[in-house]
């Protein structure tokens, strides 16, 4: 039987021991105990080698094991970089889609009302022969402007929609954070221009606003103690970042700052 390679230091010392004691003592059978130590230790010498023979690559290769254990979980954070990644674009289309989705509808609502507006104004003209001209030009009136009141006003709850979200209603920034009515009236202009005949990156956005590339949203600007995080979808203190990470401007979260 092999001796386990972590008891061969008890067993040295103890050969050692009765080799000391050996050497010590002049009787005649000294010669054959001696003997019967060359033959233990030849066994230890044996258990030795079989030992070195099964842990010496294991501890010579250990800086390669790491490697390669070392390498192996940086592609796992690698992939999971990606797959976070990835799920983050899924997401962002998903919104994009149903935002651009919102849109087209609150349009065709529109255009829905302007036809049928125009059957109804039909309508009272066909008949306008069989009841008095009095109740056919009150009609028309009443069709004609309750009809571009209600489109008046559907543009305009459609106008107030957050291009990028359309659940978020531009609410605008009050006039004492500007320092001038005058330069709202005029950015509101351009920015309303600006939806009128599409718009792109930072046009897109609200005074008060940025456009964050990654995300293709338009997020509330940075102060000195806040920020806009992605997760919540809403402003929060810069002191969450914990010691070792930074918020990014660019991923909108708090990043390890090596």
Request: proline share 2%; charged share 20%.
């Amino acid at each position: 039987m092999t001796t386990p390679w972590y008891h061969l230091s008890s067993i040295i010392g103890a050969q050692r021991q009765l080799i000391i004691d050996l050497s010590q003592n002049t009787d005649i059978n000294s010669l054959t105990i001696i003997n019967r130590m060359d033959a233990s230790l030849n066994d230890l010498a044996k258990a030795v080698s079989d030992a070195n023979k099964s842990i010496g690559p294991a501890l010579t290769q250990q800086d390669e094991v790491k490697r390669i254990l070392d390498r192996e979980e940086q592609r796992l954070k690698d992939r999971k970089q990606a797959l976070d990644s990835a799920d983050e674009n899924q997401k962002r289309l998903v919104d994009l889609t149903s935002n651009a989705t919102l849109r087209t509808k609150a349009m065709n609502n529109i255009y829905l009302v302007v036809v049928i507006a125009l059957l109804l104004f039909i309508g009272v003209k066909l008949i306008a022969g069989f009841i008095p001209d009095i109740l056919a030009d009150l009609l028309v009136i009443l069709i004609i402007s309750g009809t571009i009141i209600l489109v008046v006003y559907m543009y305009y709850n459609l106008m107030r929609r957050n291009n990028m979200d359309y659940n978020q209603i531009d609410l605008g920034d009050p006039a004492h954070m500007d320092g001038s009515k005058a330069s709202n009236k005029s950015e509101s202009k351009n920015l309303l221009d600006a939806r009128l005949g599409g718009c792109v990156g930072q046009g897109c956005c609200a005074v008060g606003t940025t456009y964050n590339d990654k995300y293709s949203i338009c997020v509330p600007n940075k102060t000195d103690t806040t920020a806009y995080f992605i997760d919540s979808k809403s402003m929060g203190l810069l002191s969450t970042c914990t010691s070792g990470t930074v918020y990014s401007d660019s991923e909108l979260k708090c990043v390890s700052s090596s």
